[in-house]
């Protein structure tokens, strides 16, 4: 799953994991971009005026700083107030308006695609804010205080002065978050409460004084171009804003977690349930997978889809020699040693060779490579036991290595495709560094598009021999159907009256995953409405482009190129995707 800025609406803050971008503040009532322009020679040029003014402002408004290549977290937080929302909501629209303005017959096809770009994803934060999903800043595995922790290396002294500054900011910022999800208990808009059993042992550690708090965790290894005097004074610095501020502001947050909010906190599990949640719910498909699709519609396609691969499953199955039931066989991959490691170092070991044999097979995937790197890590400890296997980022992908009996090695293979490369941390590095980009466009991210490009790597994995045995063939169409029966499961909970225990059998029931894993991603559906269906809906159109290329090109078809244009666009709408890849086959046939 792949990270990124705007995710601060989505109703739950996406931190606790690498690549997540931390939103901070701005003084209050910061003006609005300049949105006129005083370029205004051809549409290109007026639409770059109001993109250029709108990414300044953002990054003032959230607080962000940029290295040249990528943005990162200065020293404070964004101010999270209703008051905010509604300045960003009220200055977001008028940039929509000003970019509507521009007609399309004016911009070249870049122009277009920057136009189609914005307007999607500013379109889903004035939507998120009207729902005022900021009163509802968590999930069932990501939290707004897993976001003051770094999981990115600090690289330099005004790195930790800026992080420095962001520990003290930390009973602010809490405060403003908890104000609003106390806004979201009067009005019946919470997290189910079947989701929150146990995330508040999350924010235990981070009570702790000194050097135990993992605040301060960044400061125990530090770069040697700091001076030793200098690293001994940050580090004093650490303990005492960790000791006044940060964790005095992380007691008082697990008191109102147990006290007020998960006592409180809603008994139904739908999206249907919320206030105006149908409408909610079609709103949330919209952001996720940026298409106009029904859930009755995407229900159906779930379906179709999981006999599909259900076929797939049983003929592996043969393949093994394995002479008993689908049940039994699921039995025997969940409880048999040999597909377990022994320990963490076993398990983050065999995604570190997984992703270095991948790295063999990239000159037959694209014809261009990314500079930027990314590193293994494993998911860390306050966080693992509620947290999902393995999520990817630009500087690192986390493996969960809580519980080795739920994580077994047959999927390791498909995860580390999907999470690694050449999924989610490729394809940030190759947005990233993709030439003649707006800012905006490398750091906005679609879930369509993203997670679709994640799963259709796991498939892409079949058609380069990096499944070696059926049971790790087995293990990446568990991965497949579990992405498809996600269809049928957050449809079924949050549009057709599902129960948590229904949709906890039937993906159980479908696939290899560890209870552990069943139980968690279902907790995830439920509390984040929508996201889930991005996944296989991306990649079937990701397929679907596939296929129509191959049909199109015959034995010219090169997959290389084809890759290479579709990571070269950055995170797309979906829409976006068709028609610019269906336009890259037309040119690649009138070459003859």
Request: charged fraction near 25%.
């Amino acid at each position: 799953m792949k990270l990124h800025i705007f995710r601060l609406l989505s109703g739950a803050f996406v931190g606790a994991c690498v690549g997540a971008v931390a939103l901070p503040a701005l003084a209050q009532g910061a003006p609005a971009p300049a949105l006129a322009g005083t370029i205004t020679a051809t549409g290109d040029a007026r639409l770059k005026a109001v993109y250029d003014a709108e990414w300044q402002w953002r990054l003032r408004e959230f607080a962000q700083i940029t290295d040249g290549l990528r943005s990162k977290d200065d020293d404070h937080f964004a101010s999270v107030t209703p008051a905010d929302w509604a300045r960003r909501s009220a200055n977001w629209q008028s940039v929509l308006n000003a970019i509507a303005a521009i007609p399309d017959a004016e911009l070249s096809g870049e122009g277009r695609l920057n136009k189609a770009v914005l307007t999607e994803s500013l379109r889903a934060q004035v939507t998120n804010i009207r729902w005022r999903t900021y009163e509802a800043p968590l999930n069932s595995d990501t939290f707004f205080w897993g976001e003051v922790k770094p999981y990115s290396a600090l690289d330099n002294e005004a790195d930790y002065r800026r992080y420095l500054g962001r520990l003290g900011d930390v009973p602010r910022w809490f405060d403003e978050n908890i104000a609003n999800m106390r806004a979201g208990l009067q009005r019946g808009y919470t997290v189910p409460r079947a989701t929150l059993k146990g995330r508040d042992t999350t924010i235990v550690p981070f009570t702790a004084r000194g050097v135990a708090n993992p605040l301060y965790d960044a400061f125990k290894v530090m770069p040697d171009s700091i001076p030793a005097a200098e690293q001994a004074a940050l580090r004093a610095e650490a303990v005492r804003v960790i000791d006044s501020a940060a964790a005095p502001a992380y007691a008082r947050l697990l008191a109102f977690m147990q006290q007020d909010y998960v006592p409180g906190s809603r008994t139904t599990i739908a999206a249907h349930d919320l206030p105006d949640g149908a409408a909610f719910y079609r709103d949330q498909i919209r952001e996720y997978t940026t298409l106009e699709l029904t859930p009755e519609a995407i229900h159906a396609l779930g379906l179709k889809e999981v006999a599909r691969i259900d076929a797939d499953m049983q003929a592996t199955i043969a393949q093994t020699g394995f002479k008993g039931t689908f049940p039994e066989f699921l039995a025997f991959l969940r409880s048999d040693p040999q597909f377990y490691a022994r320990s963490p170092k076993e398990l983050l070991g065999a995604a570190a060779y997984a992703a270095k044999r991948m790295d063999g097979k990239l000159k037959d995937v694209f014809t261009t490579l990314p500079r930027f790197r990314f590193t293994i890590l494993p998911v860390p400890d306050a966080i693992a036991p509620i947290y999902t296997s393995g999520r990817g980022g630009l500087t690192a992908c986390l493996f969960n290595t809580y519980d080795l009996k739920s994580r077994p090695l047959y999927n390791l293979t498909a995860l580390v495709l999907h999470e690694c490369v050449p999924g989610h941390s490729h394809q940030g590095a190759m947005a990233l560094e993709a030439p003649d980009r707006p800012a905006f466009r490398r750091e906005t991210y679609f879930s369509g598009y993203g997670e679709g490009w994640g799963l259709y790597t796991e498939w892409l994995g079949t058609k380069l021999g990096m499944y070696e045995t059926p049971y790790e063939e087995f293990g990446r169409e568990t991965f497949e159907m579990w992405r498809a029966v996600r269809l049928v499961i957050d449809t079924g909970m949050h549009a057709k009256g599902w129960s948590r225990q229904q949709a906890i059998d039937y993906l159980a029931g479908h696939t290899a995953l560890a209870q552990l894993d069943v139980e968690n991603e279902v907790d995830r559906y439920i509390s984040w409405p929508g996201q889930a269906l991005a996944y296989k809906l991306g990649e079937l159109k990701i397929r679907e482009l596939r296929a129509a290329a191959e049909a199109e090109l015959g034995p010219r078809f090169d997959q290389r190129p084809f890759h290479d244009k579709l990571l070269s666009l950055g995170s797309v709408p979906l829409p976006a995707l068709d028609s610019e890849m269906r336009a890259w086959i037309a040119a690649e046939k009138a070459k003859g």
